[in-house]
């Protein structure tokens, strides 16, 4: 009888234990809220990014044209069409550009998808703007090669950064 007793007891944690393994498994395969906001977001700057690449030897530059059915633009109504293409509406202009969003602290705090703002003649005044994309890199739409990838850390671009913008 003892025996018996001890058997039923053992099937009862045993059973109690295997429950909890399942459960405990199960919540395992719950999405985590904060996760799944990141993805979101992430994935908006990358459907930022690749419509600003797919672009590349597609588009002429013209400077203050915006041109859409032509792919003529200058810098700021290419981000602008890149951004519409994304819903997300932006004005013209690279200074009005610079005013929408967040500021970025600074260059290390810059995201995939930020806008990110130059000086090209006047020092210190924002007159370029382009789509950042990460390890130093931006693409933007120039007169010398158009839509292209750039590095903002050597070269003509080493020195010009003036601000970035996180929408």
Same mark, same amino acid.
């Given at each position: ?47 930022? %990014? !690749? =419509? +600003? ?6 588009? $002429? *530059?013209?400077?203050?044209? @915006? ?52 000086? %090209? !003649? =006047? +020092? ?6 382009? $789509? *950042?994309?990460?390890?130093? @890199? ?30």
């Amino acid at each position: 009888m003892i025996y018996v007793k001890k058997n039923r007891l053992s099937q009862s944690l045993v059973g109690i234990a295997l429950s909890l393994s399942i459960f405990g498994s199960a919540s395992l395969l719950l999405p985590v809220p904060s996760a799944q906001a990141a993805t979101v977001s992430t994935s908006k700057s990358d459907q930022i %990014v !690749n =419509t +600003a690449l797919s672009y590349q030897g597609k588009v $002429i *530059y013209r400077f203050g044209v @915006k041109d859409p059915q032509h792919l003529t633009f200058d810098c700021s109504s290419f981000t602008q069409f890149v951004f519409s293409k994304n819903g997300i509406s932006i004005p013209w202009g690279s200074r009005a550009q610079a005013r929408v969003g967040s500021p970025v602290i600074d260059k290390a705090h810059l995201q995939k998808g930020d806008l990110v703002m130059f000086s %090209v !003649n =006047t +020092a210190g005044k924002i007159n370029h703007v382009g $789509i *950042y994309l990460g390890n130093g @890199k931006f693409v933007g739409n120039s007169p010398s090669r158009g839509v292209a990838i750039y590095d903002m850390n050597s070269g003509y671009w080493k020195n010009r950064y003036i601000t970035g913008r996180h929408l």
